[in-house]
């Protein structure tokens, strides 16, 4: 096997992740961005996302340059089949191999998880709005979830029957005449003492010697340490032992992220898995892990090496840019930053370069990425990620760094059920001693 820094790599998504193909830029022979563009009546924006970095090449036509292509790197979800073709034709795939249907279909999962010996939370399975509907009229505080098409509908909580009538009308007019069809999952709400995430990679049913775990307050910020496999909390090391089979049955090699949840019986509630590289809690690894690339390739070929972390700790918040359309209605306006130039600390989605300015493509949302601090403290990560926010101050962007007070509060209540996070757990004063982040 050649030397990673003599591989040829294309990285394959939808744009959220053209950082990874950066990072690999700095240490592969090449790197080639794939995300699809095909439609009807193309659009620009499917079209320059990865344009113009400075070591990574967009490449349209991902079978032109099949053949020198050595390594291909899926770090979101979907591309199953193509994965499953890529390495029938021998080549080095870092990707789920399908297990996204364990995240993408509820019931299956839940499935999954009673025939593995875990536990699961009452739950019941609805196909169609009017089901739903029925079903929330005689039971109060659920969770509703959606296989599938999350493009369409997110997990919303139902208090009652009364507060959930006009997100049923909604969800009627979303899925027009398919909506009798459509497969709900809703589950009790459960009483925890505690959330744990865990944050690595499995290859083939097996994890690494090293990992981060953490704890996330969702779509804003990620707070995480890093533990030796056998000191990670006892409900990961359950959870990751009964899915090693399953991931291995899948032939999966790729980032692994779980959701947790400890409840007041003692026992670990999989809530969620993430079968590919977590966002806006996983992107610290591309600057924490020193030998990602070669973990990447080695992995992708069935090799579980040892990780080299730099540091102990990492935070990540959610960066958002704030120059609103004069317009309200408009959504598609693009947005741009001219950045320092050294970026190292910022991670983006849905991206191109030109000019040195950077232009995002996403519409319908303010998110155009992360920003990441690292330290051998819980004190020095969050710190230095507000060192590293103060250097676009005067850009239109920001971060909510307020919600690491409730993160750090949760840290020490799980601590003290015997979760154990690593490390000494600052008071918020002592990280944002003058309050303006609060």
Known sequence: MKPVEDVIACVIDQGTFISIAEKLGETCAKVFYHSPYETEYQDIRACVQGHGLDNVERLDDLFDRINEIDLFVFPDIGFSSLQRHLRSLGKAVWGHMGATDLELYRDFFLDILREHGLPTIHSETLVGVTKLAAYLKEHKNQWVKINRFRGNMETFRSFDYNHSIRKLDELAVIFGGAKEHVVFVVQDDLETVGEIGYDGWCIDGRYPSASFQGYEKKNELYLGSLLAAEDLPEEIIIVNEAMAPILENYGYRDWWATEIRKGKDGLPYFIDPTPRMPGQTGEHQLETLTNFADVIWQGANGFLIKPEFQWHFAAEATL???????????????????????????????YCKMNGIYHFTAKDTDEIGVVLGVGDSVEEAIKHLQANLDTVKDLPVSANLAGFASLLDSIKKAEKQGVKFGGRIPKPAEIFKDGASL
């Open 320 to 350: 958002h840019y704030d120059l609103k359309p004069r317009d309200p209605t408009v959504t598609d306006e693009w947005k741009t930053l001219h950045l320092p130039e050294d970026s190292r600390w910022f991670k983006f989605y849905h």
